[in-house]
């Protein structure tokens, strides 16, 4: 969908107007490239902020990877209406599309909705990846897509805090390992279109909880 870069150009992209929010959440349900063309072309000759243009950047981005033509555009508003909730999840992606803040993750997110749309992962595996591209740094995804293996990690690496909190390490005996989740962000995400093999992952390492025996015994010995 190339043309939509012809509604903006970078330096024009300025502050939404009052409503826009509402009329873009209307134009993505209803699948129209027209309304959205629109309201594109309405967002110029308003007062200019940095974080509205990264935005529309974002969002024009975001549009023109994961939609080639206004068939793709109409998959996409029936994946937010499939539950019957379509205003909410529009407005939910409106939100990520916000929230990631650069070029590439767009293409990611892009890449993710249309798996979703070609229904490889539901919506709720969509929302669950586009919040682990909302929160890691490019940098963070790139070297996922590098790195990600079946091997297990036992150095104590910088990402792994990152990677864990966003459910795609977890710590098995002796190190840590990748999820499921972290092959499937890489696969309908950051190189989809591709062969990406989602292995069996070792199960979680199950730490024994103490008894209060246990418990008692040792604050004995701690204040003996």
């Known amino acids: 969908m190339g043309k939509l870069k012809h509604f903006v150009c970078s330096n024009a992209i300025k502050e939404k107007s009052k409503g826009l929010l509402e009329n873009l959440t209307v134009a ?18 308003s007062p200019y902020f940095i974080r509205e243009e990264i935005f529309w950047q974002s969002f024009i981005e975001y549009l023109d990877n994961a939609c080639d033509d206004e068939h793709d555009l109409r998959k996409l508003s029936e994946m937010l209406a499939e539950d019957g909730n379509s205003n909410e999840n529009a407005k939910r992606l409106l939100k ?20 979703c749309c070609q229904h490889l992962i539901d919506k709720n595996k969509f929302f669950k990846l586009s919040q682990c591209i909302v929160r890691l740094t490019d940098e963070d995804l790139i070297f996922l897509c590098d790195n990600i293996d079946k091997k297990k990690i036992s150095t104590d690496e910088e990402y792994i805090d990152d990677f864990r909190n966003c459910g ?7 190190g840590f390992v990748y999820t499921k989740r972290a092959f499937e962000l890489k696969k309908y995400s ?18 024994a909880i103490a008894n209060t025996e246990d418990i008692e015994k040792l604050f004995e010995e701690k204040t003996s």
């Open 168 to 174: 795609l390490m977890k710590e098995v005996e002796g």
């Open 28 to 45: 993505l349900v209803s699948g129209d490239i027209t309304v959205i063309g629109k309201l594109l072309k309405d967002v110029m000759g």
């Open 190 to 207: 950051l190189w989809y279109g591709h062969d990406v093999e989602i292995p069996e992952i070792p199960e979680r390492q199950i730490i």
């Open 96 to 115: 990520i599309i916000d929230d990631i803040g650069t070029q590439r993750k767009a293409i990611y997110l892009s890449n993710l909705t249309r798996a």
